[in-house]
């Protein structure tokens, strides 16, 4: 709660602020409006302010899983005092002063408590961090101070998530206190600036703008049972769930209507290709050469060569469109598709990647419950006339289902490991002996060991069957899978000026852009299609351009703008996994320019001549490039975006 007077930020519930010893403002519980001091009951929905008990706020230590926060705890000195882009959900009780008469104090505790293991292990479950607790509210934050490509898409998620969570409280005890227990969640996505982080993991965030406020705010606006999003996060998540639209609402304290809208469900999709399927995919540009690649690739293994394929390419070069396409070219030939993915908060989850492809392949989605489940996997085995039925098991094991066999259960860790690996390879030669079989395990450089001992062991496996696997990762990820002359490398390179002017026109429906307009773009996008597309769109919705028919025009000078959030997501997210060290040194070289030189970079920064070995990492990452070597050494940075989202961090 802010100080009226000097401003300090006072843990929840407090009465008087730490800093100047001032009376704070008593905050309804029920609608959040702040009162003048002394009130008794709130002056803007007439209830009583004193509202249900509040729940002190644990120990973030006693809440938090081990691994988070060792590294918020390793993070912490490079983000202190950083503009972040984030996304923030706010959670509340629905009409819980009549909740709290009539449980009374104990029961409402017990509740509330409940509740807070709920929401703190949706959270967590997503990589988010439980900021505040709020009485008998939580706001919880996705993107800081762990940054996340993905963060709006996690927060909503993690909404459905709760929802469903406390719905199957209320269900399980319908007499108990949590019978009828609901919230209202609220997400808003925004910038942020990071505060001191200490070492008890309590955080300070400072708000800029409405970012946490129009959450609050939201989440007020929610019906009971729902969760409510603003337009900035509708615009990151459209394609990922299914959305109804509210309208404008006139919300306490927010001068403009707001735009909001409610989620209905989750789609069933799996990467940002499958989210833009329904309002279309841009036309693919110059990927001829890799799609001829892999079609070598296909070719041999048909022949009976089995294949290995390593797509490699940084975020946003189009590597899971890349493999949309090459799907399509094999609709018309006769082979199985096996498909899994990796994720960036299942890096401690063994076999993750694997148990996802399994998912997909007996149409297991998240909504069955166990039972729906299991009869999907006998349904297959039944079809396959039971001659791997030994191999269930093990599968019910990868997938978190009841074993079935006692025999199996009370193998060693060890032995069941090999088991497994035989299991799934066993399998895998039983497609391929009906005809070429494709293996896709996507984004490698967030496989879990597990996973990443079992795809070495199929490899292999694979060259003497008719078989492709294909992997795909970022550069810097360096696979454990030797070097074999069945191995292919297939790297994306960026478009060239002229593919980036085509796509340019495809994602604006136009027959030809203004001039200027490609040049601007090309230099912001530096030959990513991802961010080709997305700076494109941003343009478009911030204004700059206005369409006219076939053909787009420029409403007002073109301008370097603002980093699209999308993009800001990816690139901060990567930042972040840098050293502390690296970390600094990519900023202070962000303020001198996108182009630095090595002599002014030592003297501006504090580790001096030690800036070498870091400039070396920063290099080998490709995040900075050599410019130049006379008349004294200098780098740039790779992308102009990568500069700017630097820069903007400070």
Not at 8 to 23: K, S, T
Request: overall charge negative.
């Amino acid at each position: 709660m802010g100080c009226p007077t000097c401003r300090r930020e006072n843990p929840a519930g407090a009465r008087f602020c730490n800093g100047c010893g001032a009376a704070l403002p008593p905050r309804c519980t029920a609608c959040d409006h702040e009162n003048p001091p002394g009130a008794a009951f709130c002056n803007a929905c007439g209830r009583p302010l004193e509202g249900p008990p509040r729940v002190a706020a644990p120990d973030p230590r006693s809440y938090t899983p081990r691994h988070l926060a060792e590294r918020i705890l390793q993070s912490r000195a490079a983000v202190e005092g950083e503009r972040k882009h984030v996304t923030v959900l706010f959670c509340d009780v629905a009409d819980s002063t009549p909740l709290a008469v009539r449980l009374g104090p104990e029961g409402m505790h017990a509740a509330m408590n409940r509740l807070i293991q709920l929401v703190c292990a949706e959270v967590h479950a997503y990589e988010g961090t439980v900021n505040q607790f709020l009485g008998d509210g939580t706001m919880a934050l996705f993107g800081a101070p762990l940054a996340l490509e993905d963060a709006p898409q996690r927060a909503v998620a993690a909404a459905l998530g709760i929802q469903r969570a406390v719905a199957r409280l209320a269900a399980e005890d319908p007499a108990g206190p949590c019978a009828d227990l609901r919230v209202r969640i609220g997400i808003h996505s925004g910038p942020v600036v990071v505060g001191r982080i200490g070492d008890d993991l309590r955080m300070d965030y400072t708000a800029v703008g409405d970012t946490t406020h129009l959450a609050a705010r939201l989440q007020g606006a929610a019906l009971p049972g729902r969760v409510v999003l603003s337009e900035a996060t509708r615009q990151l998540v459209a394609g990922w769930f299914e959305l109804r639209e509210l309208g404008a609402l006139d919300l306490r304290g927010i001068a403009n209507p707001v735009h909001a809208f409610e989620v209905v469900r989750e789609r069933p999709v799996r990467d940002r290709v499958e989210a833009r399927l329904e309002s279309g995919l841009t036309p693919l540009v110059g990927r001829e050469r890799e799609l001829a690649a892999l079609d070598a690739a296909f070719a041999a293994a048909r022949a009976g060569r089995g294949q290995v394929a390593f797509v490699v390419g940084e975020a946003g070069l189009g590597k899971s469109r890349l493999l949309f396409e090459f799907r399509g070219r094999l609709a018309d030939a006769p082979h199985a598709w096996l498909e899994g993915r990796c994720a960036s908060y299942a890096r401690a989850t063994g076999f993750y990647p694997i148990a996802d492809a399994l998912r997909r392949a007996f149409r297991i989605t998240d909504r069955d419950d166990e039972a729906a489940a299991l009869a999907a996997l006998e349904k297959v085995e039944a079809e396959e006339g039971g001659a791997l039925a030994w191999t269930l098991p093990f599968l019910r094991q990868l997938l978190a289902l009841p074993c079935g066999e006692p025999e199996v259960e009370q193998l060693d860790a060890a032995t069941r490991r090999s088991e497994t690996f035989r299991a799934l390879r066993a399998r895998i030669e039983r497609a391929a002996a009906r005809g070429p079989f494709v293996l896709v395990i996507e984004d490698l450089h967030w496989i879990d060991r597990a996973s990443e001992e079992l795809l070495a062991y199929l490899a292999e496996a694979v060259a003497t069957l008719p078989a492709l696997i294909v992997l795909t990762h970022r550069p810097g990820y360096q696979h454990p899978f030797g070097d074999r002359s069945y191995h292919s490398r297939i790297a994306l390179q960026p478009l060239s000026e002229g593919e980036m002017r085509a796509m340019t026109g495809a994602v604006l429906e136009a027959d030809s852009v203004p001039p200027g307009l490609g040049a601007l773009i090309a230099r912001k996008a530096e030959g990513n299609p991802f961010f080709v597309e997305e700076v494109a769109k941003s343009l478009l919705e911030e204004g700059a351009l206005r369409r006219v028919e076939r053909r787009v025009e420029l409403a007002r000078p073109l301008e370097t703008g603002a980093v699209p959030d999308s993009i800001q997501d990816v690139l901060m997210a990567r930042l972040d996994r840098l050293g502390e060290e690296s970390k600094r040194a990519l900023q202070v070289a962000s303020i001198i320019g996108r182009e630095f030189t090595v002599r002014l970079l030592e003297r501006i920064h504090e580790a001096g001549e030690r800036v070498h070995p870091l400039l070396a990492e920063l290099r080998g990452l490709e995040l900075i490039h050599e410019k130049a070597v006379q008349p004294e050494l200098a780098f740039m940075f790779k992308h102009a975006l990568t500069h700017d989202v630097a820069y903007a961090s400070v």
